[in-house]
């Protein structure tokens, strides 16, 4: 029984050691796992940005080649500039109530005209709009 309890023994604190051992090595373990998550979460956020730029930067190509175009030089001259081919007339629209005015040949570089003045509403004390806020429909 004695050999028994040395052998059982003697096994028990081997199996200590082993899982001591075991628990020191998780620890470590445990935290290149956590970076290594961290790291691929942050590479896919940049893969997702650059897939995102690259769109982008397609887009404005695009915007880039229409910019460069003679159909684009032509549309920007005639609204912008009142450019008329030869042999081309030009009818000019009023302007209706609530629409911007087209710009014209003597002024390119003015302004737009300035929206018309909003009259202030009178004032009301605060009671009163808490009232109508409740009581009217």
Known sequence: ????????????????ILLGMLVLLSFPLTRNWRQRR?????????????NDLEHKNSNLKTVIDYMQSDQFVEEEARTKLNYK???ESVAIVENRPGEVAAPSATGIFDLPPAPPAQTTPTSVANANKWLDYFFKK
């Open 1 to 16: 029984m004695s050999l028994f309890r040395s052998i059982f023994t003697k096994q028990f604190f081997l199996t200590i």
């Open 38 to 50: 961290a790291i691929d979460r942050e590479i896919k956020g940049l893969e997702t940005q650059v």
């Open 85 to 87: 081919k030869p042999g």
